[in-house]
């Protein structure tokens, strides 16, 4: 379950700015927790923003401060803003979502099918 759409990524300079998208047809992303995470080559997927069904929100360290989600539920939509790029955000980005953890404050383990996701390259 949970069949996701990405987009958005593509090219930009450092310290530009973009915007992703993340849809979904067959889940409802106001009840659920939902994330963003990404994967750079050679690295481990990892989750970088989350948003719980409350509207909490919780950040990886390294984009605390420049990266921002949010949820749109009248367009069953999530959105990653993401600020001040650095060359190091270059990966793919994926949603996905799962149930919020009370120990992390964050999303927990994923639960639905992972996207094709969107790239997001950053130049230096």
């Known amino acids: 379950q949970g069949q996701f759409v990405e987009s958005g990524g593509g090219l930009v300079q450092a310290g530009g700015s973009l915007r992703l998208s993340c849809a979904a047809s067959d889940v409802s992303f106001s009840i659920n927790a939902v994330g963003w995470f990404r994967q750079a080559p050679g690295k481990q997927r990892e989750l970088v923003a989350s948003?719980?069904?409350?509207?909490?929100?919780n950040y990886a360290d390294s984009v605390k401060g420049r990266f921002t989600i949010s949820r749109e539920d009248a367009k069953n939509t999530v959105y990653l803003q993401m600020d001040s790029l650095k060359p190091d955000d270059t990966a793919v980005y994926y949603c996905?979502?799962?149930?919020?953890?009370?120990?992390?404050?964050?999303?927990?383990?994923?639960?639905?099918?992972w996207g094709q996701g969107t790239q997001v390259t950053v130049s230096s």
């Open positions: 948003i719980s069904s409350a509207g909490r929100t």
């Open positions: 996905n979502i799962g149930t919020w953890s009370l120990r992390t404050e964050a999303l927990g383990v994923p639960t639905g099918d």
